[in-house]
T-cell receptor
Framework: GPKVLQIPSHQIIDMGQMVTLNCDPV?????FYWYKQILGQQMEFLVN????????KSKLFKDQFSVERPDGSYFTLKIQPTALEDSAVYFC??????????FGPGTRLTVL | GDSVTQTEGQVALSEEDFLTIHCNYS??????LFWYVQYPGEGPQFLFR?????EKGSSRGFEATYDKGTTSFHLRKASVQESDSAVYYC????????????FGAGTRLKVIA
């Protein structure tokens, strides 16, 4: 089936630094999403993005978070500055319509 | 706000047992309902969806029927295999007003051979 790629698979950074998580969505998809999953816990919606704009964001999407997809390239999640509680696996997803989403394998972010 | 409740946090079965994972939802609009499966080290994979009352979704031997009356979308499989061991997520997509996509807490299924 359609593949969503995420780069890197693991990232370790010091608290206060900036990090950018990259997502290569399915090529013809129009909707893009980020989710956060702390180890062993529920997956939680962060944000969705369509037509160059944030459509909806949750309370977890703090002011330190931002998303963009410049010129149809990677869909990115930037965290600046990072905090200890940002340690989690971040999943990117994309969809052609507002229905089924296709997920990447996740980026494990560790903030020290 | 919209929510999805999965009653079982963990389910342990033997091969060929019947599976039921309960999913109930609460939404202000008329949401689409989904089941996803997540294997260790991977992102969730779409299983199937249903968009209207009494519609049945199915895939890989799993099925669920949208029931607006009981606000449920329970996942069932007649005969589970060890390879079905994974975490199963029920989710809803609410497209009325602001678009929302909500996942349940997940149910970890372990099937013993």
């Amino acid at each position: 089936g359609p593949k969503v790629l995420q780069i890197p698979s693991h990232q370790i950074i010091d608290m206060g630094q900036m990090v950018t998580l990259n997502c290569d969505p399915v090529s013809n998809h129009l909707y893009f999403y980020w989710y956060k999953q702390i180890l062993g816990q529920q997956m939680e919606f962060l944000v969705n993005f369509y037509n160059g704009k944030v459509m909806e964001k949750s309370k977890l999407f703090k002011d330190q978070f931002s998303v963009e997809r410049p010129d149809g390239s990677y869909f990115t999640l930037k965290i600046q500055p990072t905090a200890l509680e940002d340690s989690a696996v971040y999943f990117c997803a994309s969809s052609l319509s507002k229905y089924e989403q296709y997920f990447g394998p996740g980026t494990r972010l560790t903030v020290l | 706000g919209d929510s999805v409740t999965q009653t079982e946090g963990q389910v342990a079965l033997s091969e060929e047992d019947f599976l039921t994972i309960h999913c109930n939802y609460s939404a202000s609009g008329y949401p689409a309902l989904f089941w996803y499966v997540q294997y260790p080290g991977e992102g969730p994979q779409f299983l199937f969806r249903a968009s209207r009352d009494k519609e049945k979704g199915s895939s890989r031997g799993f099925e669920a029927t949208y029931d607006k009356g009981t606000t449920s979308f329970h996942l069932r499989k007649a005969s589970v295999q060890e390879s079905d061991s994974a975490v199963y997520y029920c989710a809803l997509g609410d497209y009325t007003g602001n678009y929302k996509y909500v996942f349940g807490a997940g149910t970890r299924l372990k099937v013993i051979a």
